[in-house]
């Protein structure tokens, strides 16, 4: 799995901005973030995760994930899901097939990002095991899975991970 972007770091290297239950409502209940937010300046170019076929690409800009791609891979022959939310634009579309590694599109301040400040920039991404997700972290995988810990500081990498942390050693 290659990741997203090539200079890579959880957005403010803050835990909120990783998987699982980790925000809060105002009244203080847990509220799920579905994916991780990478922190990247508007027009950052994105990349296929792994070898696969676009889904969908959003472009109309009206839900809170603003513009967003959807592009389902194959994984050691399991099928999943990547999504890109809040980008600026793609260079891909519906029913076309993407290697690893290749530019797909940039990032960008859509939906409920819009407006973001420079150091509030970024990608949200998510792992999916289906399509269609509901709220909460129903269909959800943690990228923790393909990347290990999140990533608190910068790094920069054009490698992909070889590693499946759930699973161990990928196929
Ligand atoms: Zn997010």
């Known amino acids: 799995m290659y990741y ?8 403010s290297g803050s ?3 990783t998987f699982g239950w980790v925000r809060k409502y105002s ?11 990478f922190q990247a300046r508007n027009d950052s170019p994105l990349y296929a995760v792994c070898d696969g076929e676009v889904v969908h690409y959003d472009k109309t800009d009206n ?5 967003s ?20 634009s793609s260079i891909v579309g519906k029913y076309d097939w993407v290697s690893a590694g290749q530019l ?10 819009k407006g973001s400040s420079a150091n509030a920039q970024h990608l949200h ?11 909460g972290l129903n269909g959800r995988i943690d990228p ?23 699973y161990g050693e990928a196929a």
């Open 125 to 135: 991404f998510e792992f999916r095991n289906k399509s269609q997700c509901g709220k």
């Open 27 to 37: 009244d203080g209940s847990p509220k799920a973030h579905q994916g991780w937010d």
């Open 69 to 88: 791609l959807l592009i389902r891979l194959d994984y050691w022959g399991e099928s999943l899901y990547a999504f890109y939310a809040h980008i600026n």
């Open 63 to 67: 839900t809170s994930y603003g513009k």
């Open 104 to 113: 797909i599109g940039y990032s960008g301040s859509t939906g409920n990002a």
């Open 4 to 11: 997203p972007l090539r200079e890579v770091r959880i957005l």
């Open 15 to 17: 835990h909120g901005n």
């Open 144 to 166: 923790q899975r393909f990347y290990g810990p999140p990533p608190y500081s910068w790094f920069t990498t054009s490698e992909p991970v070889y590693y499946d942390w759930l």
